[in-house]
């Protein structure tokens, strides 16, 4: 098999048709099918499914086809590193962080880093897992930074944790248990899921009562912070924040955190990569950055 053929199955996936995957590849649609068959030949199964209205890819091509994107990804980088290394050419990094990780560890890790390797380019998303962990997976993500689901991750991924972020409740200054005490006293209230069933924006996951079997009633879902600042200074619901990110906007917002006494659980951020993928150089050197703004963090936190 060549990388001719990846593109090539990669290109049918795109375009569903011959013809166009002919044109987009350059090549003549006699040469993309004999290639197509000698690929064929190679699995001793068909690829791909003929229809009237073009091509799809069957199961077997389906799976190759998500082989042959991560194996293009990892050669384009290859190349793009060793391109560095011989012209000092530009490359880029790309990032996914979580609200607390924006706030808390980028500014400082982009700037450490952007002093030593100014010509490298940075493209950081807004990662929320489980997302960000099937984003790291297919090579979108050079790495990402975040909490983890409590059942942890697999052995694909490098983990490493960086600091422990706070959590507080939060609701608009009019709410009428903005003055809360005890979480006894939220339950029947309604609340603001951020983020995915089960993650640390989840009320599910706040220890009330045991001896009750009820839960917090959720009323609204927010898989956006930004979202959740647009919302809450509006509507009488009690959400979860990271202090830190609560620190930053909350106040701006006119939202305040509640005075409870009950401990609410801690949760940890971590920064995780591929195993089967060396991160590139100017990605390794941009791991240091954080690696050394979380321990400037919990040193301050700390003190």
Known sequence: MRLQHLHLLLTLARTGSLRASAQALNVSQPALTKALRQLEDEFGTSLVIRTPKGVRLAPAGELIAARAATVVREIDRAREEVAWHLRHAEARVTIGVSPVAAILL???AVERFGARWPQVSLR???ALYPRALEQVRAGELDMALGPLPTEGVGRDLVVQPLFDSASVLVARRSHPLARARKLAEL??????????PGGPGDPRNIPFDTTSNRTP?????CESFATL???MPRLDVIGIMPKGFF???GPGMDLVKLPIADVLPNTTIHVLHRADAPLTLPAQRLLEAFLAEAHALRTTLQA
């Open 106 to 108: 980028a500014p400082g």
């Open 124 to 126: 950081m998303r807004d």
């Open 187 to 196: 339950l029947d209230t309604g609340w603001v899921l951020t983020g995915p």
């Open 217 to 221: 009633q959720v009323r609204l879902e």
């Open 229 to 231: 600042l647009a919302l």
């Open 247 to 249: 620190d930053r906007y």
